[in-house]
Nanobody, 123 residues
Framework: VQLQASGGGLVQAGASLRLSCAAS????????MGWFRQTPAKEREFVSA????????LYKDSVKGRFTISRDNARNTLYLQMNSLKPEDAAVYYC?????????????????WGQGTLVTVSN
């Protein structure tokens, strides 16, 4: 499956952004989908994941209550609604697809990756 992330940008602290990840090539609903992020100073880290049907979700502790992951299988699109953004949320955000069942917070658990979209949060 090919993934294309978009929606990043420069915002002030406290603002919102919605990231999108468009999938093509294989049946989108077959995959658990996830969002990861990376800065130059850190390894790529897990942010959130969602099951194929959207019923179950998982979040990194620091984004709980501020970020919401969702998907539209009819549109082959994954979303990440990010509210109350903080400077520490600034990173390149990647979407990823996982063929296996069950959640994974490890980059090794995902089989396909998008190219990343940059989120910058200013004070």
């Amino acid at each position: 499956v090919q993934l294309q992330a978009s929606g990043g940008g420069l915002v002030q602290a406290g603002a919102s952004l919605r990231l999108s990840c468009a999938a093509s090539g294989r049946t989108f609903s077959n995959y658990i989908m996830g969002w990861f992020r990376q800065t130059p100073a850190k390894e790529r880290e897990f942010v959130s994941a969602i099951t194929w049907n959207g019923v179950s979700t998982l979040y990194k502790d620091s984004v709980k209550g501020r970020f919401t992951i969702s998907r539209d299988n009819a549109r082959n699109t994954l979303y990440l609604q990010m509210n109350s953004l903080k400077p520490e949320d600034a990173a390149v955000y990647y979407c990823a697809a996982r063929r296996a069942s069950g959640f994974s917070q490890d980059t090794q658990g995902y089989d396909y990756w998008g190219q990343g979209t940059l989120v910058t949060v200013s004070n």
